[in-house]
């Protein structure tokens, strides 16, 4: 599914689930929020949407078994010259160290093979078709990790705006009295509102944070990795070459 596609129908599946909710399933005490609070169920679906593909494509990023054992497999492939038996390590693994491990050893098979080429540009080829394969896969890894923070800036935003509603409503009961007594039921029914929109904003931004800096550190975990396995192909690759 293209990305575009996703954002669209995960944002109106998340207003159709968040106004469901709040006009079949919330509490009295919750409703009173009024229609802001179905907007900040809405966001908290978002986050677990965007929580949900995140994790699953990282999951898929580290492939079919264990990114070490994987990496110990294919410096001893290389170490023997079969380059044709890591490169298929890597279509069994899968994953985006595979797939930038894999680019990188085919061109360099391939480059062998060309006789023309010397050392350096072998090399050269090298290493070029690993920064491609890695700029390919890095911005996927990093995808919608903005979502998540741009989301817990706007849930603060929308709770706000409720907390500020609720507490106009509160004050206007104030301004309207019955026989000089205060309308208790409008005041509590604001005040009611302003906490409401106050901790469903407040639960939304959290969600959100706590996701971007989990992700974000999943990510820059998983970039290290990247960098790591593809400096000591190269410089396997190098030894090889003589340099």
């Known amino acids: 599914m293209k990305q ?15 106004f469901i909710i709040w006009g079949l399933f919330l509490p009295d005490y919750l409703r009173e929020g009024g229609p802001l609070v179905a907007v900040l169920i809405a966001l ?34 290389l170490r023997a010259d079969d380059y044709d038996g890591a490169i298929a390590a890597c279509d069994k693994q899968r994953g985006s160290i595979a797939n930038i ?22 090399l050269a080829e090298t290493q070029r078709a690993i920064e491609e394969a890695n700029a390919l896969e890095v911005p996927l ?42 309308d208790a039921q ?7 509102e302003a906490l409401v929109n106050t901790a469903g904003g407040l639960a939304a931004a959290i969600m959100g944070i706590v996701a971007y800096n989990v992700f974000v550190n999943k990510v820059d975990t998983f970039n290290y990795t990247i960098e ?4 000591e192909v190269v410089q396997l690759i190098k030894e090889k070459e003589g340099h």
């Open 44 to 77: 908290l679906v978002l986050n677990l949407g965007f929580i949900i593909e995140r994790w699953l494509t990282l999951r898929i990023a580290r492939g079919t078994s264990s990114v070490q054992a994987f990496f110990k497999k294919v410096i001893t492939l």
């Open 228 to 231: 790591e396995a593809a400096y």
């Open 4 to 18: 575009s596609v996703f954002i669209i129908v995960l944002l109106l599946v998340s207003m159709a689930v968040g």
């Open 186 to 192: 409008q005041l509590a029914v604001g005040i009611s």
């Open 101 to 122: 491990l894999r680019a990188g050893i085919e061109r360099y098979k391939n480059a062998r093979a060309d006789k023309t080429l010397t050392s350096e540009k072998r």
């Open 141 to 182: 890894l990093e995808r919608n990790l903005i979502a998540l923070s741009t989301i817990a800036s706007i849930a603060t935003m929308v709770g706000l705006l409720g907390t500020t509603i609720g507490m106009i409503r509160a004050f206007s009961a104030t301004g309207h009295r019955k026989g000089g007594v205060i």
